[in-house]
């Protein structure tokens, strides 16, 4: 409910009888949020309501949820969200394209209450600030980092990004604002893995695979 509250402007908890009168204030509401948050929010007994069964989304056998992948646009939060920490065995988080604004801190908040958090896909959320370690540090199991179309991302990339023991697949398309060298690998098989990540000093397309 936490997540709802923060990230669908328009809902509010009040009665289910009450809805119907503000049908005109939900029409900014995402369908996401207009179906699955309003349920979530009254309480109602759709299917709907238990994130669980809202595919692509899966949760283990105790019920908690492992995989959770929005729709584009499925959120308009006001800064990122911390109620995302509350789903600790999370393995996959896909927040793309949702608003989720935020520095890599805030993103750094949540991750480290998620132990087992292999995939953050986090595109065109509306991130800002600097790159810096704090995620990789935090996220010490993350296998696959997007961060793609976060163009208020500023910066160089530090050296952590292609030196991380877990980190297989760093995607960061389109931040244009990306300055500097690329870092220097520690070693010539290193070196080989990150082929496309030249780019990156040029503030281009990147998509850098550490082996």
Request: glycine share 6%; hydrophobic share 40%.
């Amino acid at each position: 409910k936490q997540l709802v509250s923060d990230c669908c402007p328009g809902l509010s908890a009040k009665t289910t009888s009450s809805s119907s009168s503000s049908s005109s204030s939900s029409d900014h509401l995402s369908s996401w949020c207009s179906s699955v948050g309003h349920a979530v929010t009254y309480d109602l007994r759709q299917w709907y309501a238990d994130i669980c069964h809202v595919a692509p989304n899966v949760c283990d056998s105790e019920g908690h949820l492992r995989q959770l992948v929005l729709p584009p646009y499925a959120l308009r939060c006001q800064r990122f969200p911390q109620a995302l920490a509350k789903f600790s065995r999370l393995v996959h988080l896909d927040l793309s394209y949702s608003s989720a604004p935020g520095s890599l801190a805030d993103v750094a908040a949540v991750v480290g209450s998620l132990p087992q958090l292999q995939q953050l896909h986090l595109r065109g959320v509306g991130l800002k600030g600097s790159l810096s370690c704090q995620l990789l540090e935090a996220g010490k199991s993350l296998r696959t980092l997007q961060l793609s179309d976060n163009d208020n991302l500023s910066g160089s990339l530090p050296s952590c990004f292609l030196t991380s023991p877990s980190l297989r697949e760093l995607q960061l398309a389109g931040l244009s604002r990306l300055r500097g060298p690329l870092p220097l690998l520690s070693s010539a098989a290193d070196a080989a893995a990150p082929a496309a990540a030249a780019a990156a000093a040029a503030a281009a397309a990147v998509t850098t695979s550490v082996a």
